[in-house]
């Protein structure tokens, strides 16, 4: 099995232990040595893929002591919020506002439209990922939303850059 992360969590005056191991193909929460159900990433329906991705994390609802908890795995970080709060950073817990996947189905729009090589996928899926992560910053929506404009864009530039450079090597060295 993969390395454990294990931290201490406390819900209404009682202590928790959460261990969080991952593997190829599942994430495993042990809450005081109890499994959480968590879905792997291969067994999606697609209702669910884009919740509980390994691009953008994952976002489980579950019980906890009679209160409805939810475990998250975002950015290789294993977290448990109850009532709004990260248990181990003690953050506000923020979901994703629904004008951001406008951005993330216009970045993922490179690759049918660019061709699905390693280039477009790079730039496609990144910055796909930094306009999910934008949208929960701190920053006001008017300062997210122009942000992930920006890397839309720079995500759509940057592919036609990298792009038409290969074919000008690639020219340059079979010709």
């Known amino acids: 099995m993969g390395k454990a992360t294990r931290w201490l969590g406390e819900v209404d005056g009682e202590t928790y232990i959460f261990v969080h191991h991952r593997t190829w193909f599942k994430h495993i929460l042990t809450v005081d040595g109890t499994p959480v ?28 002591g009679g209160k409805k908890a939810r475990f998250v795995f975002s950015r290789n970080k294993p977290d448990v919020v109850v009532d709004a709060i990260y248990l181990r950073s003690g953050k506000p817990y923020v979901t994703h506002p629904g004008w951001v996947w406008w951005f993330v189905i216009l970045c993922l729009l490179i690759l049918p439209l660019l061709g699905f090589g390693l280039i477009p996928a790079l730039f496609a899926f990144g ?36 792009l038409i450079q290969f074919f000008q090597i690639t020219h340059i060295l079979f010709s």
Do not use: N
């Open 37 to 64: 159900e968590t879905k792997s990433h291969f067994s999606q329906t697609p209702k669910d893929y884009f919740r509980a991705s390994s691009i953008f994390g994952i976002d489980e609802p579950f019980m906890l």
């Open 127 to 162: 910055g796909a990922e930094r306009c999910v992560h934008m949208s929960k910053s701190s920053l006001s929506t008017t300062s997210r939303v122009v942000r992930c404009i920006f890397i839309t864009l720079a995500a759509w530039l940057l592919t036609f850059i990298a």
